[in-house]
């Protein structure tokens, strides 16, 4: 007998079974909302950068994040873009500062820079070499995230998230290795982490287990990428460490041409994520905008965030 999905739907009616129903929407609040920007290159990316600031502003995120390039080399424009949402916005600012290739005076100094502007809350990462060179602690470095969040503390008071990677990190010597060092991190000072992008649910919420059974407590907010460029998502994926799934390759398979289309799969693979996510537990949601605001700010909506007055 053929595989028939519409006579497996009616047999399992007849004998009872009730068909599992979609995530509950009554009775869930909305969740906590972040969103990470990067900082523009060019006047035109700065426009663009600022558009999406402000139409993902009005979904009153928690905290909006701004990264930091690869071995400090967005320092000043990363600083430039925080102190700009500080001045002209309401929303709450997170700088991002990795420690690699660069003093613990040099780090220190760029810290205490944030604290006197205003800002109170630091992603802190190690980071990673320009140019895909091995990682090696710097002379007189913070060789590591949980080394960087220790001296955060002794700058100020600081609140400090850190990066938590559901599938490892790629340089890690374990998977429990790895998660040591994530709760090394939070022992050192940090209240929060978010995690790398995934696309396999089963694959975060089963790290969750992992870290609970570990004693860490702190929440680990899901990173949530909407892809729409799938080739350009997968090379990404490819150097952190993410998974692909065979199932999205094939959603997007033959679609390079198809802006259109490509952007209504990547809604629906997204909010598809994020709905089972919050069906099964989450309430907040970390979501990577590649400086483009509409697909999250509708994947926001679907979430239950809704626009609110500043
Ligand atoms: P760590 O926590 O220090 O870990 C790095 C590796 O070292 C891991 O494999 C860990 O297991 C291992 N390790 C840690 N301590 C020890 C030890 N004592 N002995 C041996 N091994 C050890 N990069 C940027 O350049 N700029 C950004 O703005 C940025 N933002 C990010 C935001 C998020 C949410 C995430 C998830 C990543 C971000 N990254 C960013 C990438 C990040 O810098 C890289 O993933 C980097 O390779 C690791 O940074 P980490 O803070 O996780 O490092």
Redesign the pocket.
Known sequence: MTHSPLRDTLERWASGTRIAPLPEREGIAPPAISF?FFPPKTPTLETQLWACIERLGTLRPSFVSV????GGSTQERTHATVLRIIRETSLTPAA?L?CVGATRGAVDDVAQRYWEAGVKHI??????PPGGEA?TPYPGGY????DLVAGLRRVADFEIT????PET?????SPE??LD?LK??LDAGATRA???VFFDNGTYLRFLDRALAAGIKAPIVP?IMPVTNFAQAAKFCAA?GTSVPKWMASLFEGLDDDVETRRMVAAATASEQVRTLQANGIDEF?FYTLNRPDLVYAIARILGVKPQAA
């Open positions: 990470e990264t930091y390039g690869a991002h990795t992603v802190a990462l190690r980071g990673d990682c060789a590591f995230a949980a850190v990066a938590a990677y990190h790629p340089q890690a010597a290795a790895d060092n090394r991190k978010i995690s790398q990173g952190c970390h």
